[in-house]
T-cell receptor, first 109, second 114 residues
Framework: GQNIDQPTEMTATEGAIVQINCTYQ??????LFWYQQHAGEAPTFLSY??LDGLEEKGRFSSFLSRSKGYSYLLLKELQMKDSASYLC??????????WGAGTKLIIKP | DGGITQSPKYLFRKEGQNVTLSCEQN?????MYWYRQDPGQGLRLIYY???????QKGDIAEGYSVSREKKESFPLTVTSAQKNPTAFYLC?????????????FGPGTRLTVT
């Protein structure tokens, strides 16, 4: 079966750095997405990785290792507005998105 | 402004009634999707469409129906056959082409059936 695993919840302090991990087992791989979702709102696109390595975009970076079936989202200089759920999703061999359950990130002052 | 609209934001229905959720996009995207989101679970695909007048079942299509008569519109009907319809429903769209495009999401409709 297809499986995406993420921690259910993480807590971090304002101004700090947090790493949210995602491991996957899917039938084929055509890339991995990270989305941010504030409570009761639509998910918004953060990043897309298809090759191994680190992609940096401002305070957010995303890393992929295809051989390990592993990705992480790194958030630097955390702000209170970063409190949200972070969703990992893999595009499988049929170009369908398989979604993880999301990681709820709580930022404390 | 370009985007995806879903209405209404909250919807209440009695058991046994069909209900239709609207989704409209003005992004000129080819593909549209309907997802269901339940607490503690990932988004699950209900239906998707890549072209007008054609759509495909996703992982949990039973008890749902869709139509794609116009490129901009992809309404979802939750029928009385859906055993557990209370959920947060998200519509998304994406461009199709020679590269991978991200999906854009609407604000969602929270459906409560009692």
């Amino acid at each position: 079966g297809q499986n995406i695993d993420q921690p259910t919840e993480m807590t971090a302090t304002e101004g700090a750095i947090v790493q949210i991990n995602c491991t996957y087992q899917t039938s084929g791989f055509n890339g991995l997405f990270w989305y941010q979702q504030h409570a009761g709102e639509a998910p918004t696109f953060l990043s897309y990785n298809v090759l191994d390595g680190l992609e940096e975009k401002g305070r957010f970076s995303s890393f992929l290792s295809r051989s390990k079936g592993y990705s992480y989202l790194l958030l630097k200089e955390l702000q209170m507005k970063d409190s949200a759920s972070y969703l990992c999703a893999v595009l499988d061999s049929n170009y369908q998105l398989i979604w993880g359950a999301g990681t709820k990130l709580i930022i404390k002052p | 402004d370009g985007g995806i609209t879903q209405s209404p934001k909250y919807l209440f229905r009695k058991e046994g009634q069909n209900v239709t959720l609207s989704c409209e996009q003005n992004l000129n995207h080819d593909a549209m999707y309907w997802y269901r989101q339940d607490p503690g679970q990932g988004l699950r695909l209900i239906y998707y469409s890549q072209i007008v007048n054609d759509f495909q079942k996703g992982d949990i299509a039973e008890g749902y129906s869709v139509s794609r008569e116009k490129k901009e519109s992809f309404p979802l009907t939750v029928t009385s056959a859906q055993k557990n319809p209370t959920a947060f429903y998200l519509c998304a769209s994406s461009q199709l082409g020679d590269r991978i495009y991200e999906q854009y999401f609407g604000p969602g409709t929270r459906l409560t059936v009692t």
